[in-house]
C-alpha cells in the first residue's frame, strides 16, 4: 500500500489529460448548451407571436356589451365584408357554396362552433342570409363576434 508520488508509473501520464491530439489540437465536441438556449428563446417568441397573426379578413366589427365567450376549440369562421363578400375562414367563397363548404369541414358534424362576423357597414340582408343557409343546414351553435363597448 504504497503512494506514487513521482511522474512515473501512475496512470495520470504526469498531468492532464486531454482529447484530441496531444499537442493543443482542435477538440472535437459540441456544446449544445448554446444550442438549447437559442431553441427556447425561439418556441417562447413563436409561442408570443402566434395568437397575433390570426388577422383573417380586416372586419370592422360593432361594439356591444356582452361577455366574452369561453372555448377550447377552434370555431369555424364566415365573414361578410362592407362589399357582401362572403369569406369562410380566409378563402371567398360564394353564397351558394356556404353550407357545402361548411359541412365538408365540420369535425364534430352539426355541433360545430360557427361564428359570422359581419361589418358594421356590411348589409343586414346579406348578413341574416348566410345565418339563414347555415342554421338551415341544421348547423345548432350560431353565434355572432362583436367587439367588446368601450366605456366613454
Same mark, same amino acid.
Given at each position: 500500500?504504497?503512494?506514487?508520488?513521482?511522474?512515473?508509473?501512475?496512470?495520470?501520464?504526469?498531468?492532464? *489529460?486531454?482529447?484530441?491530439? *496531444?499537442?493543443?489540437?482542435?477538440?472535437? =465536441? &459540441?456544446? +449544445?448548451?448554446?444550442?438549447?438556449?437559442?431553441?427556447?428563446?425561439?418556441?417562447?417568441?413563436?409561442?408570443?407571436?402566434?395568437?397575433?397573426?390570426?388577422?383573417?379578413?380586416?372586419?370592422?366589427?360593432?361594439?356591444?356589451?356582452?361577455?366574452?365567450?369561453?372555448?377550447?376549440?377552434?370555431? &369555424?369562421? +364566415?365573414?361578410?365584408?362592407?362589399?357582401?363578400?362572403?369569406?369562410?375562414? =380566409?378563402?371567398? &367563397?360564394?353564397?351558394? =357554396?356556404?353550407?357545402?363548404?361548411?359541412?365538408?369541414?365540420?369535425?364534430?358534424?352539426?355541433? =360545430?362552433?360557427?361564428?359570422?362576423?359581419?361589418?358594421?357597414?356590411?348589409?343586414?340582408?346579406?348578413?341574416?342570409?348566410?345565418?339563414?343557409?347555415?342554421?338551415?343546414?341544421?348547423?345548432?351553435? &350560431?353565434?355572432?363576434?362583436?367587439?367588446?363597448?368601450?366605456?366613454?
Amino acid at each position: 500500500m504504497g503512494m506514487n508520488l513521482g511522474g512515473q508509473g501512475g496512470g495520470s501520464g504526469g498531468g492532464r *489529460r486531454r482529447r484530441g491530439s *496531444r499537442h493543443g489540437g482542435a477538440i472535437s =465536441e &459540441i456544446n +449544445v448548451t448554446p444550442l438549447v438556449d437559442v431553441m427556447l428563446v425561439l418556441l417562447i417568441i413563436f409561442m408570443v407571436a402566434a395568437p397575433m397573426m390570426t388577422v383573417g379578413v380586416p372586419i370592422d366589427l360593432p361594439e356591444t356589451q356582452a361577455k366574452p365567450m369561453n372555448s377550447d376549440t377552434q370555431p &369555424i369562421t +364566415v365573414s361578410v365584408n362592407p362589399a357582401g363578400e362572403i369569406y369562410l375562414q =380566409e378563402s371567398k &367563397i360564394a353564397i351558394e =357554396e356556404v353550407v357545402p363548404k361548411l359541412e365538408a369541414i365540420a369535425t364534430t358534424g352539426y355541433n =360545430e362552433r360557427i361564428y359570422v362576423r359581419g361589418d358594421t357597414n356590411a348589409g343586414y340582408g346579406t348578413v341574416m342570409q348566410v345565418m339563414a343557409r347555415i342554421s338551415a343546414a341544421g348547423f345548432k351553435n &350560431i353565434g355572432l363576434v362583436t367587439l367588446q363597448e368601450q366605456s366613454k
